[in-house]
């Protein structure tokens, strides 16, 4: 574990039981997440990113407990956050916090937003009466809304100035850290901007952690420390971000990378055509899961699963052709 490390994650896994038959048994496991880990240091925006699928949201959420991981470990500041219960689980989740990929459907409707983003004040007993207030005013100036906006309802409100809202409620507890769920993905691309540098300024006037799950390895680029890269529940490739995107290992961040579009239509770039669909998390493929698409792959690849492996310092990816 890196000594600097706030967040750590060993060994998780969340599977979700697919049921069936006369009597509705269990006949098998969506594998959403097999077996990840990884450090996260104090102060760095950590970046996820994969296709649609590949079990990123589902492991930011059992980070947060938002749903209960199968097996593993995840450490927060030291502690095994799935070893606590009641008040000192209740205690840490004032230091984790989310900001979801939708900001409409994660604001309730019929509620100002004074009342959504003082809500976690109220239940964690953090303030009361003009101290919630004052704090609200804050916030709102903090994440570039008015005193005004606070008696307003979500559907008043354009995408960009509700994600600031679910920021500022993200917020209000003074977390440590932070899961950002593709908070980008619902805004117009001149809004995410604005947003993605919003996110810059808190992180670093704040001292907030990030876990930065995206599809967009363009934002990704922009924002990110470090990357990981998901297939079909697996991390394939973890490394510095300049590291990645210049001198990729893995054949699938090859191809992912191959995708990005280049804002110069002088330029011609070769796109990398990955074949077939990608496979069923419920009967995920033996040995390594990329290979029935891999243009590389071997009989060892089919057979047996790579282990992530560190070829230079602080990158890491599991490649049989590079073990």
Partial sequence: MMDDAILRVEN???????????????????????DVSFDIKSGEIFGVAGESGCGKTTLGRAILRLIEPTSGKIYFQGKNILDLKGGELQDIRRDM??????????????????????????????AK???????????????????????????????????RIAIARALVLNPKFLVLDEPTSALDVSVQAKILNLLWELKENLGL?????THDLDVMKH???????????????????????????????????????????????EKIILRGEVPSPYNPPRGCRFSPRCPNA??????????????????????????
């Fill in 129 to 163: 009466g003009s101290e919630i207030r004052g704090r609200l005013i804050e916030l709102m100036k903090l994440v570039g809304l008015s005193e005004e906006h606070l008696y307003r309802f979500p559907h008043e409100f354009s995408g960009g100035q509700r994600q």
């Fill in 97 to 126: 916090q989310i900001v979801f990929q939708d900001p409409y459907s994660s604001l309730h409707p019929r509620k100002m937003v004074a009342d959504i983003v003082g809500e976690p004040l109220i239940v964690h007993e953090k």
């Fill in 298 to 323: 071997t009989e060892k690849c089919i057979e047996q699963e790579p282990e992530l492996v560190e070829l230079r310092p602080n990158h890491f990816v599991a490649c049989h052709k590079h073990n």
């Fill in 209 to 213: 952690t990030y876990l930065f799950v």
């Fill in 12 to 34: 998780v896994k969340k599977y979700f039981s697919v049921q069936g038959g006369l009597l509705l048994r269990v006949i098998g496991y969506v594998k959403a997440v097999d």
């Fill in 223 to 269: 924002i990110s420390d470090r990357i990981a890269i998901m297939y079909l529940g697996k991390i394939v490739e973890i490394g510095a971000k300049t590291d990645v995107f210049s001198s990729p290992f893995h054949p699938y961040t090859e191809a992912l990378l191959s995708a990005i579009p280049i804002p110069d239509p002088e330029l011609k770039k």
